[in-house]
């Protein structure tokens, strides 16, 4: 299945609520930043950004300094809990967010499904008051990728890959190393 496939039932209803005039355009992308975003990916949502980034030669050492600059400031790396649970979801300013303009850079193809579903809900309010995570969308799309499964486990065999989901910038960080 395609990078487009596995996100189609996502970027349809990010369609839909754009025709219906209820978009991201004139926000400022409070998702993005620190104040809301704590994106985390999977194996198979990792790579396929990753043979994006690469097939547009933006898989450098620029991003990399990046990835690691918002894996310091946030401290990613980092494990906080009480002894007995580990509290791993932090927020975090995506990497990508404002790299050369407003916004996201990349197509709607290879982002992360999260990014994806999380959608303005009002025609009127541009500072994501009415914006949020549409899990049922998220739950619709899990059910028609049964073999994604197998897929995330191939993957972290392959790439030896300790995580099933981490911040986007760890994730990323992991394929310089192979």
């Not at 999380?118 to 899990?142: I, P, Q, T, W, Y």
């Not at 049964?146 to 897929?151: C, F």
Request: glycine share 6%; net charge negative.
């Amino acid at each position: 299945m395609s990078a487009y496939l596995r996100r189609q039932i996502l970027i349809e209803r990010m369609n839909e609520l754009e025709n219906s005039g209820k978009d991201c355009k004139g926000c400022s992308g409070t998702c993005c930043t620190y104040e809301a975003n704590s994106m985390m990916v999977t194996p198979v949502e990792a790579v396929e950004l990753v043979d994006y980034l690469k097939a547009n030669h933006l898989f450098d050492e620029e991003l990399k300094i990046r990835l690691l600059e918002t894996v310091a400031k946030y401290r990613l790396d980092q494990s906080f809990g009480n002894g007995k649970r580990s509290f791993i979801r932090r927020t975090y300013t995506c990497p990508f967010f404002n790299h050369k303009e407003l916004g996201c850079p990349l197509p709607r193809e290879v982002k992360p499904f999260g990014c994806l579903a999380f959608n303005a809900h009002d025609v009127e309010k541009k500072a994501g008051e009415f914006c949020f995570s549409e899990k049922e969308v998220l739950e619709k799309r899990e059910l028609g990728s049964v073999e994604e499964v197998a897929l995330n486990f191939e993957l972290k065999e392959k790439y030896s890959l300790n995580w099933d989901k981490t911040p986007l910038p760890l994730a990323l960080l992991d394929f310089f190393k192979s």
